[in-house]
């Protein structure tokens, strides 16, 4: 028999790249093993995965939200209520209670588009958020803001010549998923000198040149804040940009999965853009996904999160019931993690004064790591970062000499990429090289979470690898 | 704007049909809503899901098996370890310890492949089974077997003119899948008449017939035991299948999902695809999906199963790893479901008797149950039920009058369909039409599951409403 090979499959599969989870983390999980199999040969005694926004892994070690982990060993197991009622808070046991006779047993599978009253929970937290009512026939429960994004490019991906609009720097689902369904990645830049601004005319700028090239635009990409920029748009912009889609006919997709994540709520306050179109009165389509990954949650394990669509026909909504339907459902660890996202104690609750300090320490210590991290980032020699008013990241520029460029030809890597991976294997520190998420020509970047807990130690290292860098490959 | 309609979607989303959550399913939902909300209109008391295999849903409520929810409510929550020691076995807490060691929270995103020392213990498992060694390195830890499938679906199916041969019948996520990504579905015929069996001449038929239309086939599914049939393959077939795809260079997707639900063990035992492809030393690239979604821990809701590629390349699985790596990891609490499934209490440990006693009694009800309801149906006029040795169903064939075929075609429906519409009105029974699943033209089935634990009660309803059907349409 013939033998399977690559190019006996997907041609589209190929193409997709996806460097979260690429070449550094790869080599950073063998690193990893080394360690654990007792190797003192390398440079560093742990590896800090910066690559990824995944608050609660080893070394990390974010805590998990106590509430939400009660409620999910109660649903796992309900005699525990009675086993071990002194181990739970009244509102726990409550909670769990309410959950199960709604649910039965978190081992059935569920309604495809989620638990109804789960449903209904998320609406709610909607309304309250936005002031504008929401309808649960509209939102979809998802294993995770990824799935979501993944089944509406399938579905707006109807030909070979249907762009995407995405904005560089992108987190690279995008240009995966775009790659993986045969569609076009329409870029369009985001302006580090302002922040990382959007500008609604480069946007515009992209599209005519898309449409010039045969190119026919499906959708525009937001990230909200921005990954892996932290940018929080202003409202004024989101009107023009809901604007622009009517305009052009684009359906707005609005990746709004660190909107609790604001380090700067004030001067960077965080607006949905469920809120704009209403606010507009307008028609264009919207689906706007949110997630339990990130946040103050960072369960980003139970894969669940949620989608809501705006001004989306009923036939859509039951073509994407079909689709939803087929994979049956999405995971109910994840699913009642959504519920404790959009439902957590309220004051005077027993749980609340243990919620309420988790969650404030946990946005207090990302908000004064992103400020120092930033700070020390810029005062290093050929780097600059801005500083991040939200999300998990820093996307720090970082110049590089010929000498470094030249280096980095010569081992067939893209000049940060070569960067990095010295990063890595210097440090043990593994962050994502800017090329992973697309930059202007010539200017080279990376990306870091600022989630790792001994600050001084973790940008101490990188200060320390940067400074040698420069020593070996001088200033550019 | 022009607002977003059907036509412009994707066209390969409209082709997609999943029967199994489909028009009778959304029904069944309405009227168990209306139940909810006290009506009284309804001609029964209650839904009966039986269109899927989801045993812990609400109404059958097959309990899960205890030690696997301790272990994940001690993963959920570790401190109930010292809050309420006395909760749980020991050797659940030293289960949750080692886990807890290996991943540390269940809230952070594993490996893409799935957690290490899992893929291991799902590599001992398979060798336990199979007598032939697994590596872990070519395990893949999924949500759920469904998402494997379409993985490889995606990944086969490399241009409009790629046929993937399924039997007929077939569950549905097969042709759902292959309606999405564009492919050609080539159905060869399994025997109803021999006990559901599988013919490789009927297959090397469609095969060669495909050929001539100019379709490329890509894989062979085989669903073993058989979903709807519950048929098993023997050793002998199976190795002929093996053959086959040697023959003409098949990837051979090994859907063995039900491998433990087996009523009839020793006169249809279950024989792996990876045990065959081993005895035959056969170069044929397989893939094996299991799940815990199904056997005795019927876990739906968690989202978990794994499948193992045998004869497949490192780079097609570096190219496998990079695209289950987009959608970052398969949930924790699948992925400890999984391990819970291939690493049960043995004998002397303090969880065993009782896992024992519940994986026991969940075998011999579902024995009994399959073969009261095939004899019962058997008995009715015009009904004849292959009495199955495997998984979940019963795939029972009726013989349908002139009369009513005229009825359904009158109301725009499948004759089995208007049958299984009928059967939902009148008692609350949902099953799946046959034609959601393919069968001989001008013969109709429908699908129920075997896991209603009422048996009197719930065939009574069918046989009552059979014979009240036979009344006002005649008999064939």
């Given at each position: 028999?013939?033998?399977?090979?690559?190019?006996?499959?997907?041609?589209?599969?190929?193409?997709?790249?996806?460097?979260?989870?690429?070449?550094?983390?790869?080599?950073?999980?063998?690193?990893?093993?080394?360690?654990?199999?007792?190797?003192?040969?390398?440079?560093?005694?742990?590896?800090?995965?910066?690559?990824?926004?995944?608050?609660?892994?080893?070394?990390?070690?974010?805590?998990?939200?106590?509430?939400?982990?009660?409620?999910?060993?109660?649903?796992?197991?309900?005699?525990?209520?009675?086993?071990?009622?002194?181990?739970?808070?009244?509102?726990?046991?409550?909670?769990?209670?309410?959950?199960?006779?709604?649910?039965?047993?978190?081992?059935?599978?569920?309604?495809?588009?989620?638990?109804?009253?789960?449903?209904?929970?998320?609406?709610q937290f909607i309304q309250n958020r936005d002031g504008y009512p929401s309808d649960p026939a509209h939102i979809f429960l998802t294993g995770g803001a990824s799935a979501g994004v993944s089944l509406?490019?399938?579905?707006?991906?109807?030909?070979?010549?249907?762009?995407?609009?995405?904005?560089?720097?992108?987190?690279?689902?995008?240009?995966?998923?775009?790659?993986?369904?045969?569609?076009?990645?329409?870029?369009?830049?985001?302006?580090?000198?302002?922040?990382?601004?959007?500008?609604?005319?480069?946007?515009?700028?992209?599209?005519?040149?898309?449409?010039?090239?045969?190119?026919?635009?499906?959708?525009?990409v937001i990230i909200n804040p921005g990954n892996p920029t932290g940018a929080l748009l202003d409202e004024t912009t989101q009107e023009k940009l809901v604007k622009l889609c009517e305009k052009f006919?684009?359906?707005?997709?609005?990746?709004?999965?660190?909107?609790?994540?604001?380090?700067?709520?004030?001067?960077?306050?965080?607006?949905?853009?469920?809120?704009?179109?209403?606010?507009?009165?307008?028609?264009?389509?919207?689906?706007?996904?949110?997630?339990?990954?990130?946040?103050?949650?960072?369960?980003?394990?139970?894969?669940?999160?949620?989608?809501?669509?705006?001004?989306?026909?009923?036939?859509?909504?039951?073509?994407?019931?079909?689709?939803?339907?087929?994979?049956?459902?999405?995971?109910?660890?994840?699913?009642?993690?959504?519920?404790?996202?959009?439902?957590?104690?309220?004051?005077?609750?027993?749980?609340?004064?243990?919620?309420?300090?988790?969650?404030?320490?946990?946005?207090?210590?990302?908000?004064?790591?992103?400020?120092?991290?930033?700070?020390?980032?810029?005062?290093?020699?050929?780097?600059?970062?801005?500083?991040?008013?939200?999300?998990?990241?820093?996307?720090?520029?970082?110049?590089?000499?010929?000498?470094?460029?030249?280096?980095?030809?010569?081992?067939?890597?893209?000049?940060?990429?070569?960067?990095?991976?010295?990063?890595?294997?210097?440090?043990?520190?593994?962050?994502?090289?800017?090329?992973?998420?697309?930059?202007?020509?010539?200017?080279?970047?990376?990306?870091?979470?600022?989630?790792?807990?001994?600050?001084?130690?973790?940008?101490?290292?990188?200060?320390?690898?940067?400074?040698?860098?420069?020593?070996?490959?001088?200033?550019?």
């Open positions: 028999m013939r033998p399977l090979t690559l190019d006996s499959l997907n041609p589209n599969a190929l193409k997709v790249e996806y460097a979260v989870r690429g070449e550094l983390a790869i080599k950073a999980e063998e690193y990893r093993e080394q360690l654990k199999a007792g190797s003192h040969a390398l440079p560093f005694d742990r590896v800090i995965s910066s690559n990824i926004g995944n608050p609660q892994q080893k070394g990390l070690d974010q805590p998990p939200i106590t509430f939400t982990r009660q409620v999910a060993a109660l649903m796992e197991w309900p005699a525990l209520a009675e086993l071990a009622p002194d181990a739970f808070p009244k509102d726990v046991i409550a909670r769990a209670q309410e959950l199960s006779r709604e649910i039965g047993s978190i081992g059935a599978y569920s309604h495809s588009q989620g638990v109804p009253l789960i449903r209904k929970n998320v609406a509406f490019l399938s579905l707006l991906i109807n030909s070979p010549r249907a762009g995407i609009l995405i904005p560089i720097p992108q987190y690279p689902l995008y240009t995966a998923t775009i790659a993986q369904f045969n569609g076009v990645a329409i870029p369009y830049l985001l302006d580090e000198y302002s922040g990382w601004s959007t500008s609604v005319e480069s946007i515009e700028e992209a599209l005519e040149k898309a449409q010039k090239e045969g190119t026919v635009p499906k959708a525009l006919s684009l359906v707005l997709l609005a990746d709004e999965v660190y909107q609790a994540n604001l380090h700067q709520p004030k001067e960077h306050p965080f607006t949905s853009f469920k809120k704009v179109v209403k606010n507009l009165n307008s028609p264009v389509p919207l689906v706007s996904f949110h997630s339990i990954s990130k946040g103050v949650s960072g369960e980003c394990g139970r894969r669940g999160g949620y989608f809501e669509c705006t001004n989306i026909s009923d036939e859509i909504l039951a073509l994407i019931y079909k689709m939803v339907s087929v994979g049956l459902c999405p995971p109910l660890s994840g699913q009642i993690g959504v519920d404790s996202m959009v439902r957590p104690p309220r004051e005077g609750e027993e749980s609340y004064v243990l919620w309420k300090k988790e969650t404030d320490t946990i946005h207090s210590d990302l908000a004064s790591r992103t400020k120092t991290m930033a700070a020390r980032l810029n005062a290093l020699p050929g780097v600059s970062c801005v500083d991040s008013p939200g999300a998990l990241y820093l996307f720090p520029q970082i110049k590089l000499s010929d000498k470094a460029q030249e280096a980095a030809r010569k081992a067939g890597k893209e000049p940060d990429a070569f960067y990095s991976l010295a990063l890595l294997d210097e440090t043990g520190i593994c962050v994502v090289p800017g090329s992973g998420f697309g930059q202007k020509e010539g200017e080279w970047h990376y990306r870091l979470t600022c989630l790792c807990p001994g600050v001084d130690e973790y940008v101490g290292k990188l200060e320390g690898f940067h400074r040698r860098w420069v020593q070996k490959y001088g200033e550019q």
